[in-house]
Every structure is written in C-alpha cells, then in structure tokens.
C-alpha cells in the first residue's frame, strides 16, 4: 500500500495512466487538498509537462441506469489559471469540464442509460500541459437496479392475454 504522494504515478488499483503522466496527492502533501480534506486523490495533470489520460481497467456492464459520480476541483497551485478535462464512458457520457485555479472542489453526478451490454473504460482525458491541473477525488459509477429491469418478450405476451381476457369477462358481465 502507498502511504504517501508520488509524481508520475502508475501504480493504481483498476486505472491505468496513459499519453503523459498523473500525480498521487496525500491529502496536504505539497500544500494540496483532498476533497473533505481526507483520504488521497489525483492532480491530473502530473510533473512530466504532458497531462496523463486517467482510465478504468475495462468494465462489462449490463444493459440499465448508471450514475457516475465523481469529486474535481481546480488546480491548487498558484502558477495555474485555467484547465479543461473530457470525460467518458464509452458512447454513454462524454462531458467536457473547465476548472479555473482554486475552484473548490465539486462533486458531478451524471446519469445515463446503457441499452445493451457492453465493456468499455471510465476516461478522464485532461488537456493540461503545465504540471499543475484539475484534481480527481471519489470516482463513483452505480447501477440503479430497480430501473434496469427488462420485460422479455414472452411476459409482455402474457399480460397482453390476461388483458385481453379481462376486457372479455368485463364485455359479456355488461352484455348480460
């Protein structure tokens, strides 16, 4: 387990960093904070000069409601003034987020609806260059249950007949 920050970092737990790097904050390490000043989160834009793509190892999800959630504030470094990121998942969610510097921190919750199975990646693609850039905290992507239940074909069917079977009982009770 890491205990500290770390520049250019790689090493996490189901992300990956490519194009360029990311730095690992502890919260108040380098003078930076962490959303509710806890815990551990991302600068997205590391030390390299080249701001790193931040994805999910790839995810299968079903077809259903999803809520992403997620925790961004603006850079925390004096020497930053503005920074953009895009966000996505797959042809699901793509969102573009601007921050400019010391903009507290946020927390986003996008909902969205996925038809069909499908496996693909969380991506935060930030288009900073100058080693200071838009923080990343409690990333967050859940699945409404209650809203993703799918009716086949054969129970439409049947409620169809027993609808059909209704409108006929009540039919013949007024005919008689």
Not at 102 to 129: L, P, Y
């Amino acid at each position: 387990v890491h205990t500290g920050s770390d520049t250019d970092y790689n090493n996490f737990t189901n992300w990956n960093v490519s194009d360029g790097t990311v730095d690992l904050v502890a919260q108040g390490d380098w003078g930076l904070n962490c959303a509710g000043y806890s815990g551990k989160c991302v600068d997205l834009d590391g030390s390299s000069g080249n701001a790193g793509i931040f994805s999910s190892n790839a995810l299968t999800l079903a077809a259903g409601t999803y809520t992403l959630s997620f925790d961004i504030s603006g850079s925390q470094r004096p020497q930053s003034f503005f920074d953009e990121m895009q966000v996505t998942l797959g042809g699901f969610f793509n969102e573009d987020f601007s921050r400019v510097a010391f903009q507290g921190w946020e927390t986003v919750t996008r909902t969205f609806n996925i038809a069909q199975e499908t496996t693909d990646v969380i991506s935060f693609n930030h288009a900073g260059a100058d080693n200071m850039g838009i923080m990343l905290d409690n990333v967050v992507l859940s699945t409404d249950s209650e809203n993703s239940v799918s009716v086949d074909e054969p129970a439409t069917f049947a409620l169809l007949g027993l609808g059909l079977l209704g409108l006929g009982a009540a039919r013949r009770k007024q005919q008689a």
